[in-house]
């Protein structure tokens, strides 16, 4: 059974940091990622990374700030938050998939999310 755990999310002010994690269990996956939705919003591509390659991609509204990052072994995908802003505050969804893209459809599995709040 596939399952993927996030973890990592809570409360922090501007301009900090927080670091947050996704460990998959039940198989390996060519990408892996994260989205992120805010209240009234729809879910939003924050970046992904893939097995083998160097494939990343980053959203717009990320670049320069996050930094996504694997651990092969422990099956495990990470994502650094810096320079944190009240607009990233949402929920953060970790996603599986088989191909680099930005689309939520290019990916099959998801985890549960965990919550961002970023206070001003």
């Known amino acids: 059974q596939v399952q993927l755990v996030e973890s990592g999310g809570g409360l922090v002010q501007a301009g900090g940091s927080l670091r947050l994690s996704c460990a998959a269990s039940?198989?390996?996956?060519?990408?892996m990622g994260w989205f992120r939705q805010a209240p009234g919003k729809e879910r939003e591509f924050v970046a992904a990374k893939t097995w083998t390659g160097g494939g990343i991609e980053y959203g717009d509204s990320v670049k320069g700030r996050f930094i996504i990052s694997r651990d092969i072994i422990e099956n495990t995908v990470y994502l650094q938050m810096n320079s944190l802003k009240p607009e990233d505050t949402a929920v953060y969804y970790c996603?599986?998939?088989?191909?680099?893209?930005?689309?939520?459809?290019?990916?099959?599995?998801w985890g549960q999310g965990t919550q961002v709040t970023v206070s001003s």
């Open positions: 039940g198989r390996t996956f060519y990408t």
């Open positions: 996603a599986a998939g088989g191909t680099l893209v930005r689309l939520l459809t290019g990916y099959d599995y």
